[in-house]
């Protein structure tokens, strides 16, 4: 699903209104509909509600939210804060339209705030998607205000003071929500680390908007949604065999990281492939064939680190390399060899990443569409550069896998999939339980498992990254989050499977 820019959404806006032959306050009430029927589910009337709206269409909002939540019988107490400028026309008329029960109070100095009752409910309508500058004077004591003194914030379509789609300055003061509904999308900025205190929790109502203007729309991101998901899954055929669904080769493990390579193989097996081998330094052969039986096994020469580069890889349709291999000068050798040589699709993480990131050479061997890099935010750093921001990033990212002609997961809370054509894809599951040690050698083997078995690139990570996300929310409704551990990811693939498979 596209995410918008602040000016596109204004033109979603404005091509709804044009093509449904509806007046703009038609479309804010609808908006503020949207948004008291999520309030309502939410909240009951015995929560007293606070709202404070700026001069614009976002205060329009809070004025029309402020008498829908009055007919709904919560108590409703609206501050209207101005420093003197002009409101908007659908403000004016929603301003004439609230009931004589809730008169507005106006804030136009810090001096007129009033303390806020312990369990009521803020819903933060100062400014949404037309914020022109950063926040500063009276609306930033407002904002500073409520920071302070809010029990909770319910923001209506972004945080107050917050860039849509761009780095805010500074010196802007922004609004700390708990909850944001933002209107049919949501925006660029709630993807990004750096807004987790601003954004809290977001949650999309549907308003309506046309659907030719989204359909036509461009935008370089998107995020990842169930329906799109089921799509890519292919079933299994009746008469297929273990040779339909590919032979993955997993490169992976060292001297005191066995686990990272008992991890990624039995994830690949869960992600479905027909064949693995696996290839470890010697001392991994009994832990394998004990921890993986269904799994063959090539040992390596070494006995504690990869070394030797196999000499045929014919059978093989996808290659998966890194978790727990270790940075040695042999390992880097045989990298080398493997990038020169092969032409098979790479799933390349861990260390792979952090050795070829220590040399140019390695990256210039980089073979051009063939290649997953799944850098969690520190490999990153080291294979492509350090960023001053998260937009920045993102940019540096839509270079990287341009010039390289590669994919790649940026992995976070919500991990970033970037193609060669300079595409982002954020992915929506996944929970902080699984900010844990090896869930990242999880996905790596469920990447290779797709690769293998013929799914592009670009759908084995959108599909990958969905489903391990997904794995990681349903061992977090078994185990919770913080006892959640790496094997408990790959003992939920199957139910992911079999949920995106009914859903
Ligand atoms: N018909 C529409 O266009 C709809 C708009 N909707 C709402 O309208 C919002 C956008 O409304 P607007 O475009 O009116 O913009 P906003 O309400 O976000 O803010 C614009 C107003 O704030 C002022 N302003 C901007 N930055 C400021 C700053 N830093 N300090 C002080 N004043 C500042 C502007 O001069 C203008 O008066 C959306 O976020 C959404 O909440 C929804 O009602 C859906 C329908
Ligand atoms: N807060 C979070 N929310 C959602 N997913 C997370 C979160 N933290 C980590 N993850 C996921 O867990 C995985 C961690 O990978 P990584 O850091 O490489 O771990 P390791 O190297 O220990 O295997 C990534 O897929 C990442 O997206
Ligand atoms: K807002």
């Known amino acids: 699903m596209k995410i918008l ?8 806006d404005a091509q709804t209104i044009s093509e449904e032959k509806i007046a703009s306050e038609e479309l804010m009430e609808r908006a503020a509909r949207a948004f008291v029927g999520w309030f309502e589910n939410k909240f009951t009337p015995e929560c007293p509600v606070c709202i404070f709206s700026g001069p614009g269409n976002n205060g329009g909002d809070g004025l029309a939210v402020a008498r829908l939540l009055h007919q709904r019988l919560f108590d409703v107490q609206l501050y209207l804060v101005n420093d003197g400028g002009q409101t908007s026309p659908d403000f004016q008329l929603n301003l004439e339209r609230l009931p004589h029960e809730v008169p507005p109070h106006d804030i136009t100095s810090k001096d007129h705030l009033l303390a806020i009752p312990d369990k009521a409910c803020v819903i933060d309508a100062l400014f949404g998607t037309g914020l022109s500058r950063p926040v500063t004077g009276l609306y930033a004591d407002v904002i500073n205000w409520l920071n302070e003194y809010s029990p909770c914030t319910v923001a209506i379509d972004i945080p107050s003071g917050l860039y849509t789609d761009k780095q805010t300055p500074a010196e802007g003061a922004i609004v700390q929500a708990h909850h944001t509904v933002s209107f049919e999308l949501p925006k660029l900025a709630f993807f990004l680390p750096q807004h987790e205190q601003y954004v809290g929790e977001w949650h999309t109502v549907p308003i309506g908007l046309s659907p030719a203007y989204l359909a036509e729309a461009k935008s370089n991101f998107q995020y990842v949604t169930q329906k799109e998901m089921q799509g890519l899954l292919k079933p299994r055929t009746k008469f297929s065999h273990k040779g339909t669904y590919g ?11 066995m686990g990272a390579a008992v991890l990624a193989a039995r994830a690949c097996l869960r992600g479905g492939v027909g064949l693995l081998t696996v290839q470890t330094p010697a001392i991994g052969y009994d832990v394998l064939q004990t921890a993986v039986p269904e799994a063959m096994l090539i040992p390596d020469n070494n006995r504690k680190h990869l070394s030797r580069l196999l000499e045929s890889m014919e059978k093989y349709d996808a290659i998966g390399i890194g978790p727990g291999i270790g940075t040695e000068r042999l390992t880097k050798t045989l990298l080398g060899q493997l990038l ?23 990256k210039a061997q980089l073979p051009k569409g063939k290649v997953i890099f799944t850098p969690h935010p520190k490999e990153f750093e080291r ?40 595409d982002i894809y954020f992915n929506t599951t996944g929970n902080a339980g699984m900010a844990t040690g090896g869930t990242g050698d999880v996905l790596t083997g469920i990447l290779t498992a797709l690769v293998a078995q013929g799914y592009t690139l670009k759908e084995a990570c959108l599909l990958g990254v969905y489903l391990h996300g997904l794995a990681g929310d349903l061992a977090k409704g078994t185990v919770g989050e ?19 498979r009914r859903s």
């Open 247 to 257: 032979h993955a080769l997993l490169l992976c493990g060292g001297y005191g990281k």
């Open 383 to 422: 294979l492509v550069c350090k960023s001053n921001n998260e937009y920045e990033r993102l940019e540096e990212l839509r270079e990287f896998c341009r010039v390289y002609q590669c994919y790649m997961v940026l992995k976070g809370s919500h991990s970033a999939i970037a193609t060669p054509e300079g």
């Open 5 to 12: 820019s602040a000016p596109q959404t204004r033109e979603a």
């Open 340 to 362: 020169a040589t092969t032409d098979l699709p790479l799933v390349i993480d861990a260390d792979a990443i952090n050795l070829i990131a220590s040399s140019e050479k390695l």
């Open 482 to 500: 913080i006892a959640l551990i790496a094997s408990d990811v790959i003992q939920h693939l199957p139910q992911a499977f079999q949920q995106l």
